[in-house]
């Protein structure tokens, strides 16, 4: 391995997590890793600070793209959700769990392509405000300004702060509910304003808009999962810093089931889309260690 590539794979991870949380789709983000690899090579011996010049690269790159993704969101079949990645690497903080979490990422689908940039830069990694208007190529006013929008922005949003201990066992206790048909006892684990997102991208069988409330809510979940419905098996994992539901049909993952609450659930989102599966069923394929886990 020559100089140049051993450079660059120490920032492949990093890189690939910045391009997936502005992103929200690991394989936009791994042909945006790819697309600075081809700017990288040749160019390294008149780099003096590979690191900034990687993420500048990386960020404008994204900065790019965002504008033709929000374009081809609006008209998407259904709601829709980032791709889901795995991410259970025990080294890996509370902090960095959080910035990778589909409500996250959802939510970052509100702010312009500069706030976002700079929200990630930010928040997710520590750089500082003359760092990211050097990346941007505005004012550290400017860099601060961005900032505090986001930050306004993404405070109007309602949000549960939970951790995946505590949404483990009531994630549990939810599938079983549904898979045994129990509508009363799948109801008193639900929030009064709980909401169901199904992603299939109208490409597979799913709600072409988000379900509201407690009894229909319950009554979707079972006439989908309950007795006779699911002819699958399912597989708990960590995904987006979450415990998940892996659901396999004849072998194939083919469904991807999180929740979020404190107590009780307050958001469900599922993914059914094959295309955003193709990356994680890629992570699940591999014997060893997830190449493409953001850091």
């Known amino acids: 391995m020559d100089q140049a590539t051993a450079v660059f794979d120490g920032q492949r991870p990093r890189l690939f997590g910045i391009a997936y949380r502005m992103l929200g789709s690991a394989h936009d983000a791994e042909d945006v890793v790819q697309d600075a690899w081809l700017r990288w090579a040749g160019h390294e011996e008149t780099v003096d600070n590979p690191a900034a010049w990687l993420t500048t690269v990386v960020t404008r790159l994204c900065l790019n793209r965002l504008d033709s993704a929000r ?31 589909l409500a996250l990422l ?6 312009t392509p500069p706030e976002r940039a700079v929200y990630v830069l930010r928040e997710a990694f520590g750089h500082s405000h003359a760092e990211v208007a050097a990346v941007l190529d505005v004012t550290e006013a400017g860099s601060r300004q961005l900032h505090t929008r986001a930050r306004r922005h993404l405070a109007a949003v309602p949000t549960v702060s939970t951790t995946p201990a505590d949404v483990g066992p009531l994630l549990a206790r939810f599938v079983a509910a549904a898979r045994d048909g129990d509508l009363a006892g799948l109801e ?17 069988k799913a709600a072409r808009r988000p379900v509201h409330g407690r009894e229909a809510v319950a009554r979707f979940l079972v006439g989908i999962l309950g007795p006779g419905r ?6 708990a994992a960590e995904v987006n810093g979450a415990p998940a539901v892996l659901a396999f049909l004849d072998g194939r993952l083919d469904g991807v089931l999180t929740v979020e609450g404190d107590g009780e659930v307050r958001a469900v989102r599922i993914l059914r889309n ?12 591999r014997s060893e260690g997830l190449s493409g886990r953001p850091s």
Request: zero cysteines; hydrophobic letters at 40%; glycine letters at 10%.
């Open 71 to 101: 374009a081809r969101r609006e008209t998407y079949v259904g709601p829709w959700l980032p791709e889901p990645i795995l991410t259970d690497d025990p080294a890996t903080t509370l902090e960095e769990r959080e910035s990778v979490s």
């Open 106 to 111: 959802t939510t970052l689908e509100r702010l």
């Open 188 to 204: 008193a684990l639900l929030a009064a304003d709980v909401t169901v997102w199904s992603d299939g991208g109208g490409k597979v």
């Open 230 to 235: 699911w002819h699958g098996t399912g597989a």
């Open 274 to 285: 094959p295309d955003k599966l193709a990356f994680l069923a890629g992570q699940l394929s």
